[in-house]
């Protein structure tokens, strides 16, 4: 993905956009460099990211997943990011699963944004999983997609402590900071193109110097 071009970004977002709108600010501050943002699709009609991406003029679609097969609503969306020329997908609160087909349609160029450090606490509410747990060091992970839930390679992770005055609300703003750099931060790992995936390790490619 190093190719001089920019490298295009299909953002799927089922709600909020917190994260969405992180990585479109990193961008255009220019703390993100050779990426632009393609298209922003919905699965949920009235996702507030979809109006946050409307109000910045970008390419926006929705596609409703409600009552449908995946299948049939996953090539929907795939036959989208293809027409937006899309290199690098970010699902960003996608609460949705992939199907195998759209995970292989994109391999190893899919990213999710998780709000825990897995392998811990996959799935939904999973800073209030953490916080119930009792654990005393929180955070989120940002990750390669395959074809299960929360599971693919780590690209990076922030960690934070949980303090003594948190409840789970306070302790799910404090990572949700910290997911607006990380994501940013691992679109631009991916972006640059140096890196290799071995085994279930994400790691810096080895500049070789003749
Ligand atoms: C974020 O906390 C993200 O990590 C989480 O949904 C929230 C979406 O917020 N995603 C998952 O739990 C995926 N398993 P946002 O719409 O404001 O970005």
């Known amino acids: 993905m190093s190719s001089g ?19 479109a600010g990193a961008i255009r501050e220019g703390r993100l ?19 946050a991406a409307r109000d910045l003029g970008l390419k926006h679609e929705i596609f409703v997943s409600k009552g449908r097969k995946r299948a049939e609503h996953d090539a929907d969306v795939l036959a989208c990011l293809r027409a937006h020329r ?24 899919i990213l999710n944004i998780h709000p825990s450090l897995l392998p811990a606490f996959p ?12 654990v005393k060091v929180a955070g989120c992970t940002v990750h390669l997609v395959d074809e299960h839930l929360d599971h693919g390679v780590i690209v990076l992770q922030r960690a934070i402590p949980v303090l003594e005055t948190d409840d789970s609300h306070s302790l799910a703003l404090r990572i949700l900071d910290e997911e607006h750099v990380a994501y940013a931060d691992a679109i631009a790992r991916v972006a640059s193109g140096e890196y290799e995936v071995r085994g279930r390790r994400f790691v810096k490619r080895k500049v070789s110097i003749n």
């Open 33 to 51: 460099e050779g990426v632009e943002i393609a298209v922003v699709i919905a699965n949920v009609a009235e996702a507030p990211g979809l109006a």
């Open 5 to 23: 071009k920019p490298v295009r970004l299909g953002i799927l977002l089922s709600g909020r956009g917190s994260n969405f709108l992180a990585i």
């Open 86 to 109: 899309v290199d690098l997908v970010c699902l960003a609160g996608y609460m949705r699963l992939l199907s195998p087909e759209f995970v292989a349609a994109f391999p190893n160029r």
């Open 123 to 134: 799935g939904l509410d999973a800073q209030e999983q953490a916080f119930d747990y009792g």
